[in-house]
């Protein structure tokens, strides 16, 4: 199974940026479609986007507009570009293949404070 390693989170000020990545130890060429979760508070962690192979990625409602989700199948990675971030994104992001899941990394911690 796939090991995965989130980074790139922080701390920034509402309205800032930030670039999440996330790199698979193999191929995620084979897997039709990865995402990214975060975590917060809820027992099962909340689906902020995803990406398939050939479709149309998929932004939960909350970040619609504002993060972009891509996946460079070449280099094992996936990428979350998070904009406009507002204190409610403050959380703990994961990437991980959807709806079937693998073990989960870490997970990048994100807060967004002034």
């Known amino acids: 199974q796939l ?3 989130e980074s790139g989170g922080g701390l920034v000020q509402p309205g800032e940026s930030l670039r999440l990545s996330c790199k698979a ?3 995620i060429t084979a897997i039709e479609t990865m995402a990214w979760y975060r975590q917060g508070s809820r027992e099962e962690r909340e689906l902020v986007a995803f990406a398939t192979n050939n479709g149309t990625p998929y932004h939960a409602n909350s970040v619609k507009g504002r993060f972009t989700i891509r996946r460079e ?13 507002k ?3 403050t959380d703990v992001y994961f990437c991980n293949s959807w709806p079937d899941r693998g073990p ?11």
């Open 104 to 114: 989960w990394g870490p997970g990048t911690q994100v807060t967004v404070s002034s």
């Open 87 to 89: 204190p409610e994104d």
């Open 73 to 85: 199948n070449t280099k094992n990675m996936v990428y979350l570009q998070m904009n406009n971030l």
């Open 25 to 27: 130890s193999g191929s």
């Open 3 to 5: 090991r995965l390693v």
